[in-house]
């Protein structure tokens, strides 16, 4: 049997890939400090496990990070595993974006990780632990209206390759997880699609709408389907791994598909045909 772990993970409001992990490792044994920014947000079936430690924790505030290290700290528990898990999204064509949304973006999916990292280094060192930063197939990939979240995710891989070069001699370990697609409520705290009124993707706001509440695109596993598939990896995966429906096909066209093949491909019921039309009109 596995020897239990004291593991924090961030961002884990329920319907979420954060709650379901924790879930899945609490019923494994682990010790699990749950957080999320409004803890009422943590799912019952969470809170009501005696191995889980809820905790209010906001990944942009360096205070609210101070005063979870103080939290864990004396609660007499080390630290063995940093889930990075809380995330932010931004649907919007880039000559649209509002820069302060999209910093607040950058906030929490780059700034956000490497402020948990520097917080809770001195105790992953003294355990020799693991960072496991959780990522998204977007961030290898050009897909429109998501450039200021792929961007950020991309941000996120090379800081957390280079983590990985960096921590290694201080016996920490850490694993990028490339997120596939999972059905959870993530679109739901994205700021609605608002248009300027000079917009010029005006003429395809519905379809750039039903990309932004998750309606539009591919179907995936659910939550607690995806949790299931990397909870080992949560353990004792290392480097960078591709986890959940699409992320392998992912991998491959980003990999090996030229750039105009790939443009193509990501342009596909992206309506900018139809943007093109009324643009000639």
């Not at 772990?5 to 609490?26: D, E, M, N, Q, R």
């Not at 682990?30 to 943590?42: D, G, L, M, P």
């Not at 390759?161 to 679109?187: K, Q, Y």
Request: aromatic share 6%; hydrophobic share 40%; proline share 4%.
């Amino acid at each position: 049997m596995t020897t239990p772990k004291t593991i924090l993970i961030t961002g884990c409001s329920a319907h979420g890939i954060g709650a379901a992990l924790a879930i899945a490792l609490a019923r494994k044994g682990h010790h699990i400090f749950a957080t999320a920014r409004n803890i009422s947000k943590i799912p019952d079936t969470l809170k009501c496990l005696s191995n889980v430690t809820t905790l209010q924790l906001d990944v942009t505030s360096a205070t609210s990070i101070s005063e979870a290290v103080r939290t864990v700290e004396s609660h007499g528990q080390c630290l063995d595993i940093l889930v990075n898990n809380a995330g932010a999204g931004y649907t919007i064509p880039l000559l649209d974006a509002n820069l302060d949304t999209a910093q607040q973006v950058y906030d929490t999916n780059v700034w956000g990780v490497l402020r948990m990292i520097q917080g809770f280094g001195s105790l992953l060192v003294k355990s020799g632990g693991r960072v496991v930063n959780i990522s998204s197939v977007g961030g290898v990939v050009h897909t429109p209206w998501i450039g200021i979240y792929s961007s950020s995710k991309s941000a996120l891989n090379i800081l957390t390759d280079t983590l990985r070069l960096e921590l290694r001699p201080l016996g920490v370990s850490v694993l990028t997880i490339m997120v596939g697609t999972v059905t959870t409520t993530f679109h739901a705290n994205e700021p609605e699609v608002i248009l300027p009124p000079t917009s010029r993707y005006t003429a395809i706001r519905d379809t750039i709408s039903q990309w932004a509440t998750g309606k539009a695109g591919p179907k995936g596993c659910s939550v607690t389907e995806f949790a299931e598939l990397i909870v080992d990896d949560v353990l004792g995966g290392n480097g960078v791994i591709w986890r959940g429906p699409n992320s392998g096909a992912v991998w491959f066209v980003s990999r090996w598909f030229p750039s105009w093949l790939l443009d193509r491909l990501m342009s596909m019921g992206q309506g900018l045909g139809n943007l093109a039309e009324a643009v000639r009109k």
